[in-house]
């Protein structure tokens, strides 16, 4: 049967398959967790400093990065865990490479606020 969903009906189901998402990124996943609490402490305190408006944005949006690469990496793990539990390098392949992206976007999320800190305690 095919989804004719259309307009506000079909945005109001892509936020409750969102919030699923949310979801099942917390109930399964360490990573996540320990990343969304992580991203939260640094919201707070990017609200707390004494920073100017772009650089506030620019650290919550490089905590907030990590968080969504995180839900990226958790999926793509899903997906290869539904396909098959036995070994292939293709397989290790694409789980590398999302760990990968997540390590890149929290070194991205250090430089941002190592640099933006730097600049504003000078």
């Known amino acids: 049967m095919a989804n004719n969903a259309t307009g506000l ?8 398959y969102s919030w699923q998402g949310l979801r099942a990124a917390w109930q399964h996943e360490a990573a996540f967790r320990q990343e969304a609490l992580a991203a939260l402490v640094a919201i707070i305190v990017a609200c707390w400093l004494d920073v100017d408006i ?10 907030v990065l990590v968080v969504i690469v995180e839900i990226l990496n958790s999926a793509i793990e899903a997906v290869v865990d539904r396909i098959g539990q036995e ?3 293709l397989a290790g392949r694409a789980k590398d490479m999302g ?3 997540v390590l890149i976007s929290i070194l991205l999320a250090l430089f941002v606020w190592i ?3 730097w600049t504003h305690l000078r």
């Open 9 to 16: 009906v079909r945005i109001v189901k892509a936020a409750g």
């Open 54 to 63: 772009v650089s506030r944005i620019l650290m919550i949006g490089a905590v």
């Open 87 to 89: 070994r292939h390098p």
């Open 99 to 101: 760990s990968a992206a």
């Open 115 to 117: 640099a933006l800190l």
